[in-house]
């Protein structure tokens, strides 16, 4: 039975921006935040000047991350979970971990069942024709009362340390260096660089970005630096952390009110089409312990999900239609972009809305991206700006050659405000839900995203109350209690997610006391939600950000009484306005005492949980007990998964495949097996397998990044902008310039597959040929900020050239490695 109950911090940073000051090293790997993070990179500076913490880069190119660096090695895009498993190997080899923490914190002493194998770059499970794997071979071997079978001694050679031990023996130096392409020494000073912080009183911050979610393998890249965090002990603990540095300033809010097209808000998913009850829909979400005494707190799961279904469809959800459960779709798969546009071209969808969306710039294969549009019945685009995407149907000669008379598409453009023009919350990467004002007046005819969704939404409801339909009563009877209907407000919009009673909430214990929160009050907590419809809340991870005591993401006080950089009154944070995730993890399991006196983040006083934070950890695990401090009460172990017998698509430990398009026909690692080249379940459509090229007709790695002057594609229609940043260019290494007879500023035709782009050549020191199983592969760099709309020069789309391929488990386009051909044009 596959587990959906999902985890925090995979999309977030466990820690936060200020809290990097406390950091003793700081890896930057997947990420380029002196570039693309600016303004959070200061805290790298401060951690630096703070503690002298050292900072190590590994990039494929020599970035500005990498200017600031103490240490950087060079690595071929696409490959880093070789280098970390590598790293794991060296680790658990040189036993370099933080021992008592991995005991007691990890679930590296529980016993893997006897069906699980891995054999040939494949797991146990795996079904070529569907490519994907049924995870029932990769559970946890159980007693007889259904608790995981444990050893604490961490011997037993089927536990999961002994089961790691073997899995990563493979990834020697000498194996890591012939697949990334890193020199064997400059990954064996990475690792000593990173085995110092094995110790209880040393941490390393991991600052990752895009360099590793966008790739076939993405979420695994994550997962592999998770372990070695964990491995480490610095998952939990003040200056460590896996810090997911997020993009667009709301893009962590998008995710936590459940924008994807498989979920719900707060992380909780939609049904899939084999749970058609709500019983079924419960079973794999809301878990229970593995362990004696653990919370699983997704247990609460009814809670949360009843509160959401009151909130929008209040009295229409009752216990006697399951609280509106046959309300929400059962998805039968993913719904990504991918797919979306896919369906496009297959004429199975014909209308779609664009709403601060811009895919022919920002999606793979620009081709495919513009045959989709151009079969739609309409596409309406919500946004300030005129964009690649709503003027797709003009032809603009060579850079968008389409033929205009041929597009049948109704194309409607809506101009909205941008967020300075309104009140809001951005959620930044630190999880801070952080108020913000109304700076300028919108300029003609732009409206409010919220007007416009307002105003679509009441003339679609009109229309199926007049007309009835299918299925009218969701959407009329869709709570929408706004003072003004056409116009909601987002202090309306804001209360709402946060949550109410409807009822009087009688204290369970003593119904007699004064209620804990009285009908129609705001609610101070997520505690609070029940699951018997007296409760609603929009989004119960937000629950506390708008209480009876008023809008706590509009406090503004940077106090910092413990001198780590706790601000817990500035904004607030989910969940629970807790700064750091997992945070009981940073105490010593025996005595509940921190780690590292001097950063206090929670201890146990003897009676209780307290410090700067508020403590993540059952509020009565008292350390004296044995087993009683398990700090990962979101798990149904209590304790970080190390390996994970449920909810990765490609197996329950990151193993090293190549990207879809890479420089070598085999994996080194199981050369043999063609299955095992690229990832085995990531989802590819048929026509675009025929659309990936090979290294004989394509032999250089291509990635593409940004820069510091430009936010994608917005700021091209930015005079200062477009000045200083005018034109697209690609970045290549000397050594191959000179091969290809290139000079720097020379226009040169870049070409994969699926197209071509022509730019000027950027000739350069950073970008270095590496060794990769004893040959010179190079790596052509495209930065990603240009188009055919707005004020620079007009060009071709970096994203002509990237293949339509994703993610196995979140599907996110692989545009960070992929292989092209450069010439002379
Ligand atoms: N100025 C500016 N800032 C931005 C943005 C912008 O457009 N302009 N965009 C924002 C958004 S939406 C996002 S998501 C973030 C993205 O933030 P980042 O992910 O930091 O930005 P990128 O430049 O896309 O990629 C980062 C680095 O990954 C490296 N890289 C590529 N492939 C690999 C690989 O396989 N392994 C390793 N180790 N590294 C690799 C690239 O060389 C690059 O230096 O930036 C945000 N910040
Ligand atoms: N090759 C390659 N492709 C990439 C990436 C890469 O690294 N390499 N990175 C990917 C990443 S991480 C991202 S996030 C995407 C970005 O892809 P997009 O989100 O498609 O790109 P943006 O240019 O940020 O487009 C956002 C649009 O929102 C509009 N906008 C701004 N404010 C508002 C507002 O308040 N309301 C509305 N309605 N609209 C508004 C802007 O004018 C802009 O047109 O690109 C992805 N594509
Ligand atoms: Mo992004």
């Not at 050292?54 to 240490?71: E, G, H, I, K």
């Not at 194998?117 to 797991?123: A, I, N, R, S």
């Not at 009460?633 to 017998?645: S, Y």
């Amino acid at each position: 039975m596959a587990s959906l109950a999902p985890t925090f911090g995979r999309g977030a940073m466990t820690n936060h921006w200020q809290d990097i000051q406390n950091a003793d090293l700081v890896l930057i790997m997947g990420g380029n935040a002196a570039e693309a993070h600016p303004c959070g990179f200061k805290w790298v500076i401060e951690a630096k000047k703070q503690n002298k913490a050292r900072l190590v880069v590994v990039d494929p190119r020599f970035t500005r991350s990498a200017a600031m660096a103490d240490y950087y090695a060079p690595i071929r895009a696409g490959s880093d979970i070789a280098f970390l498993a590598g790293v794991i190997n060296f680790l658990l080899s040189n036993d370099k971990i933080q021992t008592e923490y991995v005991r007691n914190y990890t679930n590296a002493t529980f016993i893997v069942g006897p069906d699980y194998k891995f054999e040939d770059g494949l797991f146990s499970g795996y079904n070529a024709e569907k490519r994907n794997y049924d995870p029932k071979s990769w559970a946890y071997a159980l007693d007889e009362a259904g608790m995981a079978k444990v050893d604490m001694t961490m011997q037993d050679p089927q536990c999961v340390l002994q089961v790691m031990k073997r899995h990563y023996a493979r990834y020697t130096p000498e194996m890591v260096s012939r697949i990334t392409g890193t020199p064997q020494d400059k990954f064996l000073k990475v690792c000593e660089y990173i085995a110092s912080t094995s110790t209880s009183t040393r941490t390393m911050t991991i600052m990752y970005a895009l360099g590793w979610t966008q790739h076939s393998q993405g979420s695994q890249m994550i997962r592999t630096g998770a372990l070695v965090q964990l491995l480490l002990g610095n998952i939990g603990v003040p200056g460590g952390g896996m810090n997911a540095l997020r993009g667009h300033s709301n893009i962590q809010g998008l995710t936590d009110l459940g924008l994807l097209s498989n979920s719900l808000t707060g992380y909780m998913s939609l049904a899939r089409d084999n749970e058609q009850t709500l019983e079924d829909y419960y079973k794999t979400r809301a878990v229970k312990p593995l362990r004696p005494n653990q919370m699983s707190y997704w247990q609460n799961y009814p809670k949360f999900f009843v509160s959401l279904q009151k909130s929008w469809w209040g009295n229409a959800a009752t216990a006697e239609n399951d609280w509106a459960f046959h309300y929400l779709p059962k998805i039968d798969k993913l719904y990504d972009v991918l797919q979306a546009f896919e369906l496009m071209n297959q004429g199975k969808l014909n209308g779609y809305i664009c709403q601060g969306f811009n895919p022919v710039g920002s999606f793979p294969d620009k081709k495919k991206i513009v045959d989709g549009l151009s079969k739609l019945k309409f596409l309406v685009t919500i946004d300030p700006l005129q964009t690649e995407t709503s003027e797709f149907w003009r032809n603009f000669g060579e850079f968008n050659d389409v033929k205009t008379t041929d597009i049948q598409t109704t194309v409607f453009r809506l101009p909205s405000t941008c967020f300075a023009e309104e009140d809001g919350s951005l959620t930044n990467s630190s999880r801070w839900l952080q108020w913000h004002w109304k700076g300028a007046q919108p300029p003609g005819e732009a409206m409010p995203d919220i007007d416009i969704v307002a105003g679509l939404f009441n003339r679609i409801r009109a229309a199926y109350v007049k007309d009835g339909g299918a299925f009218p009563d969701p959407i009329v009877n869709l709570t929408w209690a706004y003072k003004i209907p056409h116009a909601p407000s987002p202090q309306e919009l804001a209360m709402e997610y946060n949550g109410r009673a409807l009822t009087d909430l009688l204290d369970p214990k003593d119904p007699s006391k004064p209620p804990l929160a009285k009908a129609g009050e705001q609610l101070a907590g997520f505690g609070l939600l029940r699951d018997d419809g007296s409760t609603a809340s929009g989004c119960w991870i937000y629950a506390g950000a708008w209480t009876q005591a008023g809008n706590q993401m509009a406090r503004r006080d940077n106090a910092d009484p413990y001198g780590i950089g706790m601000v817990q009154n500035w904004a607030w944070a989910w969940p629970a306005n807790r700064r750091i995730l997992y945070n009981g993890a940073s105490t010593d399991p025996k005595t509940g005492k921190p780690w590292i006196a001097r950063r206090n983040l929670v201890a146990w006083n003897g009676k209780q949980w307290t410090g700067a934070d508020v403590p993540d950890i059952r509020p009565d695990a008292n350390p004296t007990d044995a087993d009683a401090v398990r700090p990962f009460i979101m798990t149904a172990e209590g304790v970080a998964r190390l390996f994970a017998p449920t909810g990765m698509a490609e197996g329950p430990l990151p193993e090293h495949y190549e990207p879809f398009e890479s420089p070598l026909v085999n994996n080194l690692m199981h050369p043999k097996n063609e299955k095992a080249r690229a990832n085995p379940a990531a989802r590819i459509f048929k026509g675009d397998l025929e659309r990936l090229g090979t290294p004989k007709d394509f032999p250089y790695v291509a990635t593409s990044y940004r820069l510091t002057e430009h936010f994608h594609y917005w700021t091209k229609n930015v005079r200062t902008s477009a000045i200083i940043q005018p034109q697209q260019f690609v970045e290549i290494g000397e050594e191959l310039a000179k091969e290809k007879g290139i000079a720097n500023g020379d226009m040169v035709k870049v070409s994969s597959k699926r197209g071509y782009i022509k730019a000027v050549a950027l000739v350069t020191k950073r970008i270095v040929g590496l060794q990769v199983d004893g040959r010179t592969v190079h790596t052509v760099g495209l930065p990603n900020h240009w188009g055919f709309v707005g004020i620079a020069k007009p060009g071709y789309l970096v994203n002509t050239l990237t293949p339509f391929v994703g993610d196995a488990n979140t599907q996110t386009p692989e545009y960070k490695s992929f292989t092209v051909n450069i010439e002379k044009a």
